[in-house]
C-alpha cells in the first residue's frame, strides 16, 4: 500500500557531506512521523534523527550538530543532510514513517529497504 524509497547514499571522505532522500508513495492519507534509522552489522538499529508532521526534530546525541533532517509535505519526501561525516557514520540509513493510508486511515509505520553510507578515513 506504502512505499517509501531512499536515494543519495555513497562513499565519501571524512569531513564530507551527503544528503539522503526518501520519498513515500502508494494510497497516502497523511503521514506523521518520519525518521532516519542506520544499523551496522552485529548492532541494533538506532535511531538517528525523526520529525514530526509539525516539524519539530529530535537527534541522536552522536550526530547533533552535523546532520540536518527536513521534509517536503507537499512531495511525501523527508531529507536528511549530513555533514563533517565520519568513519563511524557508516551504516545502512533507513528511511521510517508512520504513514495513514486507504482504505482503512489506519497508521502503520513503514521502513524503506535501506541505503549505505560509507565514509572512509
Known amino acids: 500500500q506504502v512505499q517509501l524509497v531512499e536515494s543519495g547514499g555513497g562513499l565519501v571522505q571524512t569531513g564530507g557531506s551527503l544528503k539522503l532522500s526518501c520519498t513515500a508513495s502508494?494510497?497516502?492519507?497523511?503521514?506523521?512521523?518520519m525518521g532516519w534509522y542506520r544499523q551496522t552489522a552485529g548492532a541494533q538499529r538506532e535511531l538517528v534523527a525523526d520529525?514530526?508532521?509539525?516539524?519539530?526534530?529530535t537527534y541522536a546525541d552522536a550526530v547533533k550538530g552535523r546532520f540536518a533532517i527536513s521534509r517536503d509535505n507537499a512531495k511525501n519526501t523527508m531529507y536528511l543532510q549530513m555533514n563533517s561525516l565520519k568513519p563511524e557514520d557508516t551504516a545502512l540509513y533507513y528511511c521510517?514513517?508512520?504513514?495513514?493510508?486507504?482504505?482503512?486511515?489506519?497508521?502503520?509505520?513503514?521502513w524503506g529497504q535501506g541505503i549505505q553510507v560509507t565514509v572512509s578515513s
Open positions: 502508494g494510497r497516502i492519507v497523511t503521514i506523521r512521523t
Open positions: 521510517n514513517a508512520d504513514v495513514a493510508a486507504a482504505p482503512t486511515w489506519a497508521t502503520r509505520g513503514y
Open positions: 520529525i514530526d508532521s509539525s516539524g519539530r526534530t
